[in-house]
C-alpha cells in the first residue's frame, strides 16, 4: 500500500509569510507525528496526534507553530510569520496502535521549507 | 533530550559486518532500545528494537549488554545501500515520540 506522503516536497517562502504543509499518514494508522529536521541534525519532535487530538503538542518551538488533524486522517502543520530559523526539513510520520507494528514509526519523504 | 551517545562516523568495507555502538547509561527499566536509519533525503526507516534480549530480524540484530547500558546493531553483510546515518533511540514502549540525537553516518566502502 500507499506509504506516508508529504506535500510539497519543497517550499520556499519570504519572511514573514505563512506557510502550511500537508501530510497523508498510512490509511488506518490513527498516530500522527511531526518532526523538524535542521541540517545536520536529528529529527526533532513537533507534535503527536492520536485520532483528531493532539496528545502530546510539547515540541512546538512556540505559538507561530500549530498543527491540525480534524478527522483524524489528513494532518497539517501552519507556520505563521515565517522566520529564517524556520528553515529546515519537516518530517511526518504515521503508526497504528494496537498492533505488532506499533513502535514502528513509517516516515514521509519530509517538506524542505526554505525561508527566505 | 537524546539519552545516547553514539560515534559520529564509521566506516565498513563492503560485504563486511558494521557493528555500530550506543550507550545508554541512564537508560530505565521501562526504556526500550530502538534503531532508525535515515538514507540521503529520505525520511528515516525502522530497524528494530528490543528491551533486554538481543533481537534479530531480515535487517540487522541488536546486542543489548546484560546491564542494558549500551548495545550495538550488528548488518551482517552492509552494501554500499546501508549507507546512512543511523539513529540509537531509548523510550518507554508506547511512548509518545522518538528523540533521534545526532547518530552515527555509516559510509559502506567498496
Known amino acids: 500500500g500507499a506509504g506516508v506522503s508529504q506535500t510539497p516536497s519543497n517550499k520556499v517562502t519570504e519572511k514573514g509569510k505563512y506557510v502550511e504543509l500537508r501530510c497523508d499518514p498510512i490509511?488506518?494508522?490513527?498516530?500522527l507525528y511531526w518532526y523538524r529536521q535542521s541540517l545536520g541534525q536529528g529529527p526533532e519532535f513537533l507534535i503527536y496526534f492520536q485520532g483528531t487530538g493532539a496528545a502530546d503538542d510539547s515540541g512546538l518551538p512556540n505559538d507561530r507553530f500549530f498543527a491540525v488533524r480534524p478527522e483524524g486522517s489528513v494532518s497539517t502543520l501552519k507556520i505563521q510569520r515565517t522566520e529564517r530559523g524556520d528553515s529546515a526539513v519537516y518530517l511526518c510520520?504515521?503508526?497504528?496502535?494496537?498492533?505488532?507494528?506499533?513502535?514502528?514509526?513509517?516516515f514521509g519523504p519530509g517538506t524542505r521549507l526554505t525561508v527566505l | 533530550d537524546a539519552k545516547t551517545t553514539q560515534p559520529t562516523s564509521m566506516d565498513c568495507a563492503e560485504g563486511r559486518a558494521a557493528n555500530l555502538p550506543c550507550n545508554h547509561s541512564?537508560?530505565?527499566?521501562?526504556?526500550?532500545v530502538y534503531w532508525y536509519r535515515q538514507i540521503h533525503s529520505q525520511g528515516p526507516q525502522y530497524i528494530i528494537h528490543?528491551?533486554?534480549n538481543n533481537e534479530t530480524n531480515e535487517m540487522a540484530s541488536l546486542i543489548i549488554t546484560e546491564d542494558r547500558k549500551s548495545s550495538t546493531l550488528i548488518l551482517p553483510h552492509a552494501t554500499l545501500r546501508d549507507t546512512a546515518v543511523y539513529y540509537c533511540?531509548?523510550?518507554?514502549?508506547?511512548?509518545?515520540?522518538?528523540?533521534f540525537g545526532t547518530g552515527t553516518s555509516l559510509t559502506v566502502i567498496p
Open positions: 541512564t537508560i530505565s527499566g521501562n526504556e526500550y
Open positions: 510520520a504515521s503508526s497504528h496502535p494496537g498492533t505488532s507494528s506499533y513502535n514502528e514509526q513509517f
Open positions: 528490543g528491551l533486554k
Open positions: 490509511s488506518g494508522h490513527t498516530a
Open positions: 533511540i531509548v523510550r518507554p514502549n508506547f511512548g509518545n515520540q522518538f528523540y
